[in-house]
């Protein structure tokens, strides 16, 4: 039984690395293509920039959410481990509807765009 639990502590530390990889690669490589595209002139704006960063740290939040659970299943449950993770949970589940509204221009539940205004 130990042996399981050390192996699942092991594909949580790895999925935790897929999810920061995946933040910082995903960030420098849209970072790149940006820096490239406006020395070129080819006309990626910074609102584009924004869009693909925010994109990409989406992913890797919600992989590190799925990492979290999978660390507090494996070990044995305690109260105060149960709610290290919900509190974890909750903050990068704010971030993440924070982003995804910033992303949209509109709350979910909203039908259409809110227009920013050019002021």
Same mark, same amino acid.
């Given at each position: 039984?130990?042996? @399981?639990?050390?192996? *699942?502590?092991?594909? =949580?530390? +790895? $999925?935790?690395? %897929?999810?920061?990889?995946?933040?910082?690669?995903?960030?420098?490589?849209?970072?790149?293509?940006?820096?490239?595209?406006?020395?070129?002139?080819?006309?990626?704006?910074?609102?584009?920039?924004?869009?693909?960063?925010?994109?990409?740290?989406? @992913?890797?939040?919600? *992989?590190?959410?799925? =990492?979290? +659970? $999978?660390?507090? %299943?494996?070990?044995?449950?305690?109260?105060?481990?149960?709610?290290?993770?919900?509190?974890?949970?909750?903050?990068?589940?704010?971030?993440?509807?924070?982003?995804?509204?910033?992303?949209?221009?509109?709350?979910?539940?909203?039908?259409?765009?809110?227009?920013?205004?050019?002021?």
């Amino acid at each position: 039984m130990e042996q @399981l639990e050390e192996y *699942i502590e092991y594909v =949580a530390k +790895i $999925i935790e690395s %897929v999810g920061v990889l995946i933040i910082a690669g995903g960030s420098i490589f849209f970072l790149v293509k940006y820096f490239l595209s406006v020395f070129s002139l080819s006309g990626i704006t910074y609102t584009q920039l924004r869009h693909d960063l925010g994109k990409v740290i989406l @992913l890797g939040l919600e *992989i590190l959410v799925a =990492a979290d +659970i $999978i660390a507090t %299943v494996s070990t044995t449950p305690t109260m105060s481990s149960v709610l290290v993770l919900g509190v974890i949970v909750l903050i990068r589940t704010f971030l993440s509807f924070s982003i995804q509204v910033e992303l949209d221009g509109k709350f979910p539940w909203q039908q259409k765009k809110i227009q920013k205004d050019n002021n």
